[in-house]
């Protein structure tokens, strides 16, 4: 249709596309959109906007005369043909830097978190409210410029640090891969936090191979998995006798790093005597191995990383307050699979080409009902559990595409050893009991674990965790009134 092609200049600096089966809703929201600066094209069905956003994308050089690319797409979801969910779900395939934004008339529980699962920025009800139209689409559109920028910086960061599968579309993804840049030149201190297998190994290889001293040692240590009778001498060595077993000298990891990187894992392990240990190493760079007076001198760099929380650790008095302000220098925080839900079909895709190569398999693709179980499922064990379960479909399919008869049972039944939120809960592929809940109800406990890890990153800062969640301090403050949270600060 003509009316497609329509175009208005854009004073804001970002383009919409509208996409809405009535005329009138549409040319009202154009003529809105308009008003506010933004650049605008309508289309009628989500067919005509997967062309328009298929030919804004194309080649420069294309033959054709290529549209202005858009930044966000407002749709509708009732329409002929396909819907506006499908169409969101295609969009997060095809064109993962544009932010989808849901709009309709006859919100259900089901659809919005369908729409939020399947990738969709944000998902509002008609008739919408201009002031909360107007303040979405802004942080979607702040959205967008990260999208953007993390695209161009994991491009960066694959070539030049390796960050193989770490990937992310989440906000909070970005964030990590923009501190990794910043801070991988320096000598700093970092400190990496989130749940086991969420990659912190990963990132502390890209620093070490992002910094000066790239063409030394990386040596990681996992004090979790170490007895603490143990954990001295695999830290600083020992000398011959210094105890029963002792046959010969030992080369500790920080000497063995020295020039280079030690990266120490699970470092809210650690026992207190050993804490002592490693502040005094980490301020001055000194140890003596066991048995020995000799004093010996490193110059390394300190990675560490930890699955709790060491602020909550630090109140209860199992971690040293001045160990933590020494090693929280940067702290880098990584995001659990279950909060960035979206990333999931990216991972998917880089495991099955990954392992396909790895085990001679020609698997190149999933089918829905598997990616919808997979979705479904809350990855206790995160994106190391995701690759787990994608090593073994491929291994066992016997098909270029990996179906639900492909993945382990716990897989399909949705036991992860976790409670599952009121959203999930009313997800509309569940097989368990439904009852009608308001979609502030559904959507209240994800938005209260957002909210908490935000502020726990941010030490409870509200004006830094206001501004990394895109919204006013005034609406975080009620928030956290809200849902009981002032009540769990420090």
């Not at 490693?278 to 001055?284: D, K, N």
């Amino acid at each position: 249709m003509a009316e497609k092609r329509r175009q208005t200049k854009s004073k804001a600096g970002g383009r919409i596309l509208i996409v809405d089966d009535d005329p009138i809703v549409a040319e009202s929201l154009s003529e809105f959109l308009g008003a506010e600066g933004y650049s605008t094209a309508v289309c009628f069905n989500a067919s005509e906007a997967l062309e328009l956003l298929r030919e804004a994308s194309a080649p420069e050089g294309s033959a054709t005369r290529r549209p202005e690319p858009f930044n966000i797409v407002l749709t509708d979801v009732s329409m002929p043909g396909m819907s506006g969910l499908e169409l969101v779900k295609t969009i997060g395939k095809e064109h993962p830097s544009i932010v989808p934004v849901v709009l309709t008339g006859y919100g259900t529980i089901e659809s919005a978190v369908r729409a939020i699962r399947d990738g969709a920025f944000d998902y509002m009800s008609k008739p919408v409210v201009d002031d909360e139209l107007r303040m979405t689409l802004e942080r979607a559109l702040r959205q967008q410029t990260l999208l953007a920028e993390n695209t161009n910086l994991k491009k960066q960061l694959d070539t030049k640090f390796g960050l193989g599968s770490v990937i992310g579309r989440d906000y909070r993804m970005a964030k990590a891969f923009e501190m990794i840049e910043a801070v991988a030149p320096s000598k700093a201190t970092v400190l990496i936090t989130g749940e086991s297998g969420t990659g912190k190994s990963l990132l502390a290889r890209s620093i070490h191979r992002g910094s000066p001293r790239a063409s030394g040692s990386f040596v990681e240590i996992h004090c979790g998995s170490i007895p603490e009778t143990l954990l001295e001498s695999e830290l600083f060595g020992h000398v011959k006798g210094a105890f029963t077993g002792a046959h010969a000298d030992k080369q500790g990891k920080f000497l063995a790093a020295d020039g280079g990187t030690i990266f120490i894992d699970e470092i809210n392990s650690a026992s207190a005597a050993m804490q002592l240990k490693l502040l005094r190493v980490l301020q001055e760079r000194k140890f003596e191995p066991i048995g020995s007076t000799d004093t010996i001198e490193v110059d390394v760099r300190v990675v560490l990383a930890t699955n709790q929380s060491l602020e909550q650790l630090v109140r209860e008095g199992t971690f040293r307050e001045d160990l933590y302000y020494r090693i929280n220098v940067v702290k880098i925080d990584l995001p659990p699979l279950r909060d960035r839900m979206s990333d999931i079909p990216a991972l998917v895709e880089h495991f099955m080409a990954k392992h396909s190569a790895e085990h001679g398999k020609s698997v190149v693709a999933i089918s829905d009902d598997a990616i919808e179980a997979i979705r479904r499922y809350s990855f206790p064990g995160n994106v190391r559990e995701l690759e787990n379960i994608i090593e073994r479909a491929v291994v066992l399919s016997s098909r270029p595409t990996i179906t639900a008869d492909d993945l382990p049972v716990h897989v399909l039944e949705g036991n992860a050893p976790m409670q599952r939120s009121a959203a999930d809960r009313s997800h509309p592929d569940d097989d368990s009991p439904w009852s009608p809940i308001p979609l502030s109800e559904a959507l209240e406990e994800p938005e209260k674990r957002i909210l908490l890890k935000a502020l726990e990153a941010n030490e409870w800062n509200r004006q830094k965790t206001a501004d990394d969640l895109c919204i006013n301090r005034t609406t975080l403050y009620k928030k956290i009134k809200a849902y009981g949270l002032d009540k769990l600060a420090g």
